[in-house]
Structures are given as C-alpha cells and as structure tokens.
C-alpha cells in the first residue's frame, strides 16, 4: 500500500487528507490460488491492484472455451471495466493463478475520492491512459503481427510469468490453439 | 422442461419419447445443471434393449444418459466447492441419471469444472469414458515403462486409455482395424496392431498391464501376452468376486478357466466398473487443459435428432464419442 501512495505522491501533490481518505477506501486481501475475484455474469463493483501473485482475467465464448484477455502481475490493475462502467453481470471471470496479494477498491469510493478530491483526478487519468495505451497495442499487435512475434512480446510484456500459467492460458491469450504454441516454441529453442 | 425418456424397453425407435417433465429438485449435496452437451455411452443402448434390467432397475419412463456439460444454476446448502455459473462436467450418479434433457440435478461429489479449453460438446464426451480408463489404469498401479496393452484403441474408453497410459510414461499397444490405425497412432500409441492383419498375440510378450474392453476370448487371451505377476484389467469380461459380492452375489465363483490362468501366471484378474468421481474428472480436467489428453469426437448432433444419435451409436461404428447438443 505504501508502494502505491508513494507512487501516486510521485505524480500528484497528496493531501494529508486525501491520503487518510485513500487509506479507508482501501483494503489489503489475501486470495489463494485458484480462487475467483469475479465470476462470469456476476454484479462488479470492485477494481483490484495486485500486489503480489499473478491473476488472469478470462471470457468463456457461448461453447464453453476460455479467451484470456489479459494477465496481472505486480503493480498492475485488473477489473471488468465493461460491466462497471455499464453496470451490467461481469463479461470476464478474474481468477488466481497463484497465491495473491490485492490492494482492494470500492468503484464507487473511487469516483466519491475524485469529487472530494478533485487533484487525484491527474493519477486516474494515467492509470487510466495506461490501460488505454496496453489495450491498444494488444489490439494492434494481434492485428499485425504474426503469432510467434506476439508470443516474444508477451514474454518481455509478462518476465516469468510461464511459470504460474498453463499452456492453454498463453495460448487463448494469443488467440492460437496450443499444438501452434507447441510448434512456436519449439521453432525458438532450435534458433 | 423438454426431456428424451425411455417409455418402454425394446428397439430404439420404438422405445424413446420426447417429454415435458416437471424441473428436478435438488437435494443439499446436489447442483443442478442447465444442460449444455450430453453424450451417448454403449450402457445407453443396453438400457434401452432392456438387457441390463437385472442389474440396473430403473423405473419406467426415465431419462436417459449419464454423461453431461453444462452450467451450475442452483446448489444445495451443503455445497461449497462450486458456484452459481460454473462450467462442469459430470458422469452423473445412476439414481440421477437423465442427462437428455435440458436440466439434470448431480451430487456435487460426481462433478467438477469443466476444462477451459475445450468446448461444452467435446467436455460432454469425456467422463465416462475418461473415469473408465482412468480408474482401470489407476487401478492397476500403471506406472512409468510398464509394457501396456489396450484392446480396442479407437473406442471411447480405448482413446482415452491410451492417452492416460501415456501420460503416465507407459509402453502402449492398442488394437484397431485398418481404417483407424492412423488416428491411432496420433493418440500416442508406441505400436499399434491391425487387427486385420496382423496377431496381437504374436507381437504383444510380458506386459504389466492388459485393459481388456472387449470380453469374451480376449478376456483368456490376455494371459497369453502378460508377464508372469502382470494385471489383466477388464471392463466387458466376467465378474470378479469382489466386484459381483457388491452386486449382491455373495455365492459367485470367478470362472474355473480363468481362475486357472490367474494362477498359471500369479497374475491379478479385476472386473472395473467405473463409479462417479468429480477428484477423477478435476484430474482429467488438468490432464485435458494440458493436451495430455484430448478428447476425439464422432459426430454431434442436435437434441431434436437424439434417436438418431443413438441409432448410430448402436452400429458400433462410431470414431470416437457420440454427443448431443442441447442449447
């Protein structure tokens, strides 16, 4: 939480208050591996930042195969934007690959810190533009670029992550089938 | 709710009727399963002849199948391990059977989360058959270089068994006929045997382990290929006096013959019949997500043409697992 508070002190001025006021809003938890933060079609009015441990936030398409949109490590935020936003039953299923630490917020207590606090705006909106910029290039890597580049992208984006994930996680997050991931790493370890 | 029943025993088209029957109740232990995929074993068409009626006595009419995918939406009081939405999959327990219809209530013990990567109709397929295999080949004590010989290898319970055994670093021989032994082979297999062509007898020697699902001389057979101490495993050959004491057949003797094979080689003769088991489906869940195993499909057909989906599982004929597709 500190790591979090000095972070957004780097970016923005605090006040004493404001800091006070982000520290009620928040709440430091526990989840162990394989539990689920959000499940499929349930209400969602909470937005996580991981801490410690490795999530995955996953669609299941109308034939019951999983589409992993995206992984969160350390320090990233993970929620399901779509069904806050439009206050609809969740789209996504958030759940633990491993043992995880999350920092905790109430959407609603976010937006009320952003009427009391008018200066926090500034951090929100990079976070925000962050998102915006990761979900851009993904979109577009998956657009331009062929399946083993993605996958070497993936691996800088997500350093060690194979080791929390299975194959077919990586594999529905590149939107190839596992044999293809198989083959592409195969072809890396022979270069 | 729309259900497929069996009204009478006999032929398959004369024996099944699409109904309305009222919702199932659950009970605490129990989910109930808004049914997205349901698939068609061999004991279906047994039921339905009426040739199992001594050994499973169901009252008449009765939703038919065991094997089923789909989606949590109730759940008893005493269950914690699932939750309204998860997807599953289920070889639903006998005095639950009724998985041809567009909901079924499963003791949550018979259940677990379907593989995520892998469709409701593929995810449909596996259970019995996978449960079978696993449970036999576990049974056995399979383990790493042991010499496997698996009858029947383009079967349902046979594909999976080969996978299984593989999985487990085993030495596979499979049998099959000509036109499967490709695919076969793409199963893992290390030698598969043409039936047609060529005597498994003669080139299987000192295997640890025969999975015997076909009966009758393969049964006596095995125990011309295993090893001396070895395992013959079979789900179609006779009774086993342990097995049929739990079917009420305290006085049954193992056949003289085979009694005598048994001794011949030290071997251990054991009659698998599979039981639901959601900690054996969570295990062949992992093995499914990790393409250790994966499941091989015939043909899926729509709910409306279910007696025609059972009608071709009744030729025997199919490559792999026969499903419906409810919603």
Redesign the interface.
């Known amino acids: 939480m500190e790591e979090l508070i000095n972070k957004i002190k780097s970016r923005i001025h605090l006040s004493a208050k404001a800091e006070a006021y982000f520290y009620s809003i928040s709440k430091e938890i526990f989840f162990s591996k394989d539990s689920s933060l959000i499940r499929q079609g349930q209400t969602v009015n909470k937005i996580y930042l991981v801490t410690d441990g490795c999530l995955r936030s996953y669609c299941t398409d109308i034939n019951g195969r999983e589409h992993t949109l995206q992984f969160a490590i350390k320090n990233w935020w993970i929620s399901d934007y779509i069904a806050i936003h439009n206050n609809e039953g969740a789209t996504l299923t958030i759940e633990c690959l491993t043992d995880s630490t999350i920092i905790e917020f109430n959407a609603k207590d976010l937006e009320e810190m952003l009427t009391l606090f008018p200066e926090y705006e500034a951090f929100q909106r990079y976070i925000l533009e962050r998102h915006v910029v990761s979900l851009q290039k993904r979109i577009l890597n998956q657009l331009q670029l062929s399946a083993s580049e993605r996958y070497d992208l993936f691996l800088e984006q997500y350093p060690d992550i194979e080791k929390h994930t299975r194959n077919y996680h990586i594999a529905s997050y590149l939107g190839i089938t596992q044999e293809s991931l198989s083959r592409i790493r195969i072809e890396k370890v022979k270069k | 709710m729309k259900a497929l029943q069996l009204v009478q025993y006999g032929e398959i088209k004369d024996s099944l009727a699409f109904k309305e029957v009222s919702k199932p109740n659950i009970q605490a232990n129990d989910v109930l399963v808004e049914v997205?995929a349901a698939a068609i074993n061999p004991i279906d068409t047994a039921i339905i002849k009426g040739n199992l009626q001594s050994i499973i006595p169901i009252p008449l009419p009765s939703t038919l199948s065991y094997d089923v995918?789909g989606i949590v939406i109730e759940k008893g009081d005493q269950v914690n391990e699932f939750?309204?939405?998860?997807?599953v999959y289920s070889r639903v327990p006998q005095e639950q059977m009724g998985a041809l219809a567009e909901f079924v209530t499963v003791n949550s013990m018979s259940v677990a989360k379907?593989p995520?990567?892998?469709?409701?109709?593929e995810?449909a397929g596996l259970p019995l058959a996978g449960l079978t295999a696993l449970q036999s080949l576990e049974y056995a004590g399979i383990k790493e270089n042991d010499k496997v010989l698996i009858h029947a290898g383009s079967g349902g319970v046979g594909s999976i068994a080969i996978q299984y055994a593989k999985s487990k670093g085993a030495y596979v021989y499979t049998t099959t006929s000509t036109d499967n032994v490709n695919w076969v082979k793409e199963l893992g297999a290390d030698r598969v045997i043409d039936y047609k062509t060529e005597d498994y007898k003669t080139i299987v020697k000192d295997a640890d382990i025969v999975l015997d699902t076909l009966g009758k001389n393969y049964t006596l057979e095995a125990f011309e290929v295993i090893k001396q101490g070895g395992k013959v495993i079979s789900i179609a050959g006779p009774l086993d006096e342990e097995s049929a004491k739990m079917f009420g057949m305290a006085d049954y003797k193992l056949p003289e013959e085979l009694t005598q094979l048994c001794n011949a080689k030290e071997a251990k003769y054991k009659y698998i019949f599979m039981h639901p088991n959601g900690a054996h489906l969570s295990e062949i869940k992992t093995l499914v997500?990790?393409?250790k195993i994966k499941p091989i499909i015939d043909k899926v057909y729509p709910f409306a043409d279910s007696i025609s989906a059972l009608t071709h599982l009744a030729t025997g004929r199919a490559k792999g697992k026969i499903v419906i597709k409810l919603s």
């Open positions: 997205k995918s939750e309204i939405g998860d997807l379907k995520g990567n892998i469709t409701f109709e995810a997500e990790d393409e």
